[in-house]
């Protein structure tokens, strides 16, 4: 079970956006790409030449050589005006974008706090929301689908007794860094695709009849928060779902800076 929790003494579990990209997997960098194109499609605020770009490396596997690029877009999107959608001269800094996405989720982040801290944040909230109103049948199926190893007659206690952030505390700590980010990354494009694809009035039916593609909580909160941002302005279709699958790459990265320092030192036993 890969709960280890990494030292901020240890390891740099701020590193800069670019950097983090850089030794990000494929498929996260992919990820990234289709929500900053549009899968493909483009967005009225993204270059051509970019979008062209960004394809390209998508096609030849090789998105870690423009990491820089991919950041840039990113925090470029790092606003919900107006004038956002024609490009400010000047791109918010990312702790700034995770920031704005933290507080648009609902998640309770100090203004002096550090990107992972946004983060982690971000991802509790999510935890959260998901868990709320679901059926102890329906933890089981969430437990299952993610292969999350939790002591389960503990998750339902705390949920039946409302302690909803409390239960979302504990899968994070008793499932790690690693199983909690292959979660998050697994339930994001089903949400987008299927918010994509069905439009609002659709989403709205699927979430009342509890359709099984959103029996996952995960997909349906994030579904929602994508929705929501999707109708109110169109940096967040870019921001929101970005940041989510930043917020996973980047605990997946300090476990595993942490269990390549583990090994290192071993090696000198």
């Known amino acids: 079970m890969d709960t280890t929790i990494a030292s901020p003494l240890l390891i740099d579990q701020n590193l800069p956006l670019d950097k983090l990209l850089r030794s990000a997997s494929a498929a996260d960098l992919a990820a990234l790409a289709d929500i900053i194109t549009d899968t493909g499609r483009g967005r009225v605020s993204l270059a051509d030449a970019t979008k062209k770009i960004i394809l390209q490396k998508k096609r030849q596997n090789s998105l870690y050589t423009i990491a820089p690029v991919l950041s ?12 956002n ?3 400010q001269k000047k791109s918010l800094a990312y702790s700034v974008v995770a920031l704005d996405v933290a507080k648009r989720l609902g998640a309770k982040v100090g203004k002096a706090a550090e990107i992972v801290e946004i983060e982690r944040e971000i991802i509790k909230k999510i935890l959260t929301n998901s868990l709320k109103n679901i059926k102890e049948d329906e933890v089981g199926a969430l437990l299952d689908i993610n292969k999350l190893n ?3 007659e503990q998750v339902n206690r705390l949920l039946r007794q409302g302690k909803t952030e409390d239960a979302a505390s504990l899968l994070i700590h008793s499932c790690g ?11 994001q ?25 959103l029996l996952n909580p995960v997909t349906a909160v994030i579904s929602t928060a994508w929705m929501t941002y999707e109708l109110s302005g169109p940096a967040y279709r870019v921001t929101v779902p970005a940041v989510i699958r930043v917020a996973s790459i980047r605990l997946a990265n ?13 090696k000198c036993l």
């Open 254 to 266: 300090i476990q595993l800076q942490t269990d390549q320092f583990r090994s290192e030192l071993t």
């Open 189 to 213: 494009p089903t949400a987008l695709n299927m918010v994509v694809k069905a439009g609002l009035p659709v989403f709205g039916k699927a979430i009342a009849s509890r359709a099984p593609v």
């Open 72 to 83: 840039a877009e990113i925090c470029a999107f790092g606003g919900n005006t107006v004038m």
């Open 85 to 87: 959608v024609f490009r």
């Open 150 to 152: 939790v002591d389960r």
């Open 177 to 187: 860094p690693y199983a909690v980010s292959r979660m998050l990354n697994a339930s």
